[in-house]
């Protein structure tokens, strides 16, 4: 395998560009979620980076049952859609049910398996089934080389457009670790490679009953997973970090993307 796949006119990949999938992590409302869309995009243009809008229409695996959880299958989609449409951009969102699959493939362009459900076999499948290119959560409980399984599980079905994405691995309580040479052992499989800057610095119910996390860690991680050589950076942004709905503490400054950013697609140069 080439290690190339494709979603439009972007390709993710070894010898592609280096790619960025960010977004906030739940849509808040179409307004916010809008002006992060628009702002990525027109930075990630300036720059040269192939740019992937993500955002959750429903955060099913919350810590607490108070947690805000997105605006739902209906709402989300129209809102992400709508995004899509007005802006020109690619889409990308997590499906946590088998019923919403059909419905979400309508309006993503990736539909992402979550971390905790990447061992659900038949949903697995039904994703598969699909056609849509797939972006694999790897579980924080699984090593690199787990992965294969997974892979097959999507192949199985004929689906041979497939991205796994790096999210650290958990060693001790409310804590994530990263082994950088997960990176290239996943790559081995024959696909793309995506780092997830900012749920790998998460503390995973840290905070009691909410994740907590260390930002200012994520810039380091991304550096180093760039370095590695994944194929593509995920992280979540927002305008305020500290007041973000979802995901606050892990997540980025917008005002802060741009020194990042062009970092990452130096490094990415060098080893072009």
Known sequence: MDNIVKTGNISIGRGAALVLISGPCVIEDYETSFEIASFLKELTQELGIPFIFKASYDKANRTSINSFRGPGLVDGLK????????????????????TEVERAAQVLDIIQIPAFLCRQTDFILEVARTGKLI????????????????????????NKRIMITERGTMFGYNNLIVDFR???????????????????IQLPGGAGASSGGQREFAPILARAAVAAGADGIFMEVHKDPDRALCDGPNSLKLD????LLSQLVAIRGVLA
């Open 79 to 98: 809102i992400l859609a709508q995004i899509k449409s007005e802006l020109g951009i690619k889409i990308l969102s997590d499906v946590h049910r088998i």
């Open 135 to 158: 972006n694999i959560k790897k579980g924080q409980f699984l090593a690199p080389w787990d992965v294969v399984n997974i892979v097959k599980k999507i192949t199985s079905a004929g």
């Open 182 to 200: 997960g990176i290239k052992i996943m790559q081995d499989t024959g696909w793309p490679v995506i780092f997830d800057a900012t749920h790998s």
């Open 256 to 259: 802060d993307l741009y020194e």
